[in-house]
């Protein structure tokens, strides 16, 4: 079993910042992908940011320049660090993990999901 942990959400104003955090844990040997995606209500689930265990990193167009995606290998961790919060931002962030496990299979992971929402 893996499970994937975020924490970091909350309101924020137009303009502010917040950073999400997503921990894994579990019957891990490796991960590869580690990732951010969100779902704003009546939207399909989209991807804001990813990075690989390598360092390569993809993101929405919407966010480049405001978002910086993060990892710490060593804690199986991934960050969200986001500045210059729009309402458009508002929204449930996912993290997702490519996972190696320990029984020498490969799956893709959520974690439940933290509300993000940006409002005056």
């Known amino acids: 079993q893996v499970q994937l942990v975020e924490s970091g959400g909350g309101l924020v104003q137009p303009g502010g910042s917040l950073r999400l955090s997503c921990a894994a844990s579990?019957?891990?040997?490796?991960?590869?992908?580690m990732g951010w995606y969100r779902q704003a209500p009546g939207k399909q689930r989209d991807l804001v940011a990813v990075?690989?265990?390598?360092?390569?990193?993809n993101y929405a167009d919407s966010v480049k320049g405001r978002f910086t995606i993060s990892r710490d290998n060593a804690k199986n961790t991934v960050y969200l660090q986001m500045i210059s919060l729009k309402p458009e931002d508002t929204a449930v962030y996912y993290c997702?993990?490519?996972?190696?496990?320990?029984?020498?299979?490969?799956?893709?992971?959520w974690g439940q999901g933290t509300q993000v929402t940006v409002s005056s």
């Open positions: 990075r690989t265990s390598g360092g390569i990193t």
């Open positions: 579990g019957s891990i040997f490796g991960i590869g992908a």
């Open positions: 997702n993990a490519h996972v190696h496990t320990t029984l020498a299979t490969w799956g893709y992971y």
